[in-house]
C-alpha cells in the first residue's frame, strides 16, 4: 500500500483558500488513513485545513481534515466514515 500523487486530484476550493482534496486507492480507505505518513509525499500539495476524501470501489470512503503538512509529516485529523 504505496502513497500515489497520481491518485490525488483537488477537487474543491473555498474563498478562504482550502482545497478539497480526492485520493482514490484500491485499497481499504480506513487502512490509508490509519497509516502513518502516509501522505508524507504530497505534503507540499497538502496544507492545514484541507479536506481530504480517500475513496476506493467500496461504498465506504473517509473523510478527514490535514492538522499537520510539512517536509517531515502530514497528519490526518478525526478520521470520518462515509458513504459514496
Not at 476550493?13 to 502516509?38: C, H, K, L, M
Not at 502530514?74 to 462515509?82: A, D, F, H, K
Amino acid at each position: 500500500m504505496n502513497f500515489s500523487q497520481d491518485n490525488l486530484s483537488p477537487i474543491g476550493g473555498s474563498a478562504d483558500g482550502r482545497i478539497t482534496w480526492e485520493y482514490t486507492t484500491n485499497d481499504t480507505p480506513s487502512a490509508v488513513a490509519n497509516q502513518f505518513n502516509y501522505f508524507r509525499a504530497a505534503s507540499d500539495l497538502l496544507s492545514v485545513g484541507d479536506l481530504l476524501f480517500i475513496k476506493s470501489s467500496r461504498p465506504m470512503g473517509i473523510s478527514a481534515i490535514i492538522t499537520q503538512s510539512d517536509d517531515d509529516q502530514v497528519q490526518l485529523g478525526t478520521i470520518e466514515e462515509i458513504t459514496i
